[in-house]
């Protein structure tokens, strides 16, 4: 058991680690969003906007026939309109619109982290054969047996359950530190690994609807999307035609759903007269992400079509609801962050304490190689994300191919991040916090000096989401520069403290 | 309203968490060194602590509801543990009062 607990977390250690830091920051991707996209650093909405108003004459401008185009209504955590579509290269497109005026916002010129961080959570934008979602279920299964043998490895952990001994030497409190946010968030790490596979059922266990669905006449996905998601479809006619108030679908579906909203309006075969238009109710109000949907005739407005979840897909949303966390609940969110993060420690400080128990019997290059993942993947990831933000800041230029060369930055880091550790791994970790430390207060002073938005200035004008976001930058300088200083300190009983701690 | 039952809720795990953690044969002798807890005592300070923190589950569940309540629960008594863990690696006297007064002064 013990062989197992160590040797599954040595070899996807560290891609737990980029998983679980991506889904810690995608649990406030929109706040992110906010710091990374001034232009959309808008005031609340007072009320519903008028789509019809605002946001038709600019997507009929921006993305003429373009089949579908997609507007996401603006929220409490996102207060401007969001229009995204497919340009003529077929490249997806994301725009905002200023809901108070039907102002198009200038392009942000970045992914942001919706676009970035949270695909990086799920998918290693790694899209070749699905080989990123594959990955990151191996290594979700390969969580569920660690938290499970770690219960079982670390026999002390009841016993020690409030134990923390921060000034004992290194790999004792290395080792504490790792049994503390392992038994303490353990409910949280169990159930949001397990409702991260449940999600992708149909990635990871696709024979089930195939099999449900061999006999349909349809190809087994569509007919299964069309009863599990409500995926409801028609051709175009090649006739133009006009579209209807969007407005008055609003109205409707606010009508059927009884006063609750719909967050999301798609529009298919826009121009056409077969043109037909989704509307997707709110997920902000309870955990269930439900997949309520109503589809209507766009040159009519009549209402074609509703969708509502059977019992066995409504216990699947509720999973994916519980691990998505897109409803209202700002002390939910922040205390998913920071579980997220407790997970991030825990398996950071797991590995570190794998190599300081080895470092001393032997090198080698296996070591070595272990090393410098460890470390890459590590305080190297941390950095990466620091230097994307930056680069966010700093490059020059706009649209797609900004975006692009901002994503080249995080991945630039990263590798120099890896190599670093590799080429010198003696320390390299504290180099690396030292580096972080640096990078979360650029961060900051860039925000403050590009935006002029400098944290007072965030929290005085209502910018939460900014003021954040800066805060978190700070607290991560402060934390690095502290855990750089500690780890320098080498007590002189590491030793001895080594060979008691093995079997902790 | 919703403030005050989360203040106390949060009071109400972390007072839990800190009892189940003194009557912890480690803990304890971090806190009170040889002296004894009594048996009956550390039975009475378990039953305690785990009454505070269903308490504390129970305030949030009344305040959230089921859904919003139970997720909330969880994490809340998580932070709560480690508040705990917190206080007895870098606060210990916060708590060494409180163990003296239970043990029995058999000197």
């Keep these: ?504 | 309203m919703a403030e005050a039952l989360l203040l106390a809720a949060c009071l109400a795990g972390y007072a839990g968490f800190g009892l189940l953690a003194v009557s912890m044969a480690r803990h304890w002798r971090e806190l009170a060194g040889d002296a004894a807890l009594p048996p009956a005592r550390c039975r009475a300070l378990r039953r305690v602590g785990a009454l505070a923190i269903a308490g504390s589950f129970a305030l949030v569940l009344w305040r959230d509801g089921g859904g919003f309540g139970s997720l909330l629960g969880i994490l809340l008594l998580s932070a709560c543990a480690t508040a705990v863990a917190f206080t007895l690696s870098a606060r210990p006297r916060w708590l060494t009062g409180f163990a003296e007064r239970l043990a029995e002064r058999s000197r």
Excluded at chain 1, 237 to 248: H, R
Excluded at chain 1, 375 to 399: C, E, S, Y
Aim: charged share 15%.
């Design chain 1, 1 to 504: 058991m013990v062989g197992l607990h160590t040797w599954a977390g040595v070899c996807v250690g560290t891609l737990l680690f980029v998983i679980f830091w991506m889904g810690s920051l995608s649990v406030f991707d929109r706040e992110i969003d906010r710091w990374m996209m001034p232009a959309t650093r808008l005031p609340a909405p007072s009320g519903p906007p008028s789509l019809d108003a605002t946001v038709l004459p600019v997507a009929a401008r921006l993305a003429g026939g373009a089949s579908p185009w997609t507007i996401v209504l603006p929220s409490a955590r996102v207060p401007a309109i969001e229009l995204r579509y497919t340009d003529a290269q077929g490249e997806p497109v994301r725009r905002h619109i200023d809901p108070a005026s039907g102002a198009l916002l200038p392009e942000a010129g970045s992914l942001g982290a919706s676009g970035f961080f949270f695909p990086f959570h799920f998918r290693l934008h790694l899209r070749f054969a699905d080989i990123g979602y594959w990955l990151v279920g191996v290594a979700g299964m390969a969580m569920l047996v660690l938290l499970v043998s770690g219960v079982i490895v670390h026999r002390r952990i009841f016993s020690d359950f409030f134990t923390f001994r921060p000034r004992r030497a290194l790999p004792r409190a290395t080792l504490d530190v790792h049994n503390l946010s392992g038994v303490l968030a353990l409910p949280f790490h169990f159930v949001i690994t397990l409702s991260g596979l449940i999600i992708f059922f149909a990635i990871y266990f696709p024979s089930a609807y195939q099999m449900a669905y061999a006999g349909a006449a349809v190809a087994p996905r569509a007919a299964f999307d069309r009863d599990a998601f409500g995926t409801w479809q028609r051709p175009a006619s090649g006739q133009p035609g006009q579209l209807a108030s969007l407005d008055a679908m609003l109205a409707t579906a606010r009508d059927t759903w009884q006063g609750r909203e719909a967050y999301f309006v798609r529009v298919w075969h826009p121009g056409d007269a077969a043109a037909y238009v989704e509307l997707r109710r709110s997920v902000a109000e309870g955990i269930p992400m439900n997949v309520d949907r109503l589809v209507f005739d766009g040159a009519s407005g009549r209402l074609l079509h509703r969708h509502k979840a059977q019992p066995v897909m409504a216990v699947q949303r509720f999973i994916a609801g519980l691990h998505f966390i897109q409803f209202r609940h700002g002390l939910l969110r922040a205390l998913y962050f920071v579980a997220g993060l407790a997970g991030c420690v825990m398996i950071a400080s797991g590995l570190l304490f794998w190599l300081a128990a080895r470092r001393r019997r032997a090198g080698g290059v296996g070591m070595r190689l272990v090393d410098a993942l460890t470390v890459g993947g590590t305080t190297g990831t941390i950095l990466a994300t620091l230097a994307f933000l930056i680069a966010n800041r700093v490059l020059p230029g706009d649209g797609a191919a900004r975006a692009a060369l901002e994503m080249q930055v995080f991945f630039a880091v990263w590798v120099l991040g890896f190599c670093h550790a590799g080429l010198r791994p003696e320390g390299a970790w504290r180099v690396q916090s030292r580096a972080i430390g640096v990078a979360a207060a650029v961060a900051v002073v860039l925000n403050a000096l590009t935006t002029g938005m400098h944290p007072l200035a965030a929290m005085a004008g209502g910018q939460w989401a900014v003021a954040g976001v800066d805060g978190v930058l700070l607290l991560t300088a402060a934390l690095a520069w502290g855990v750089a200083r500690r780890g320098g300190r080498q007590p002189a009983s590491a030793a001895s403290a080594v060979a008691g701690a093995d079997h902790g």
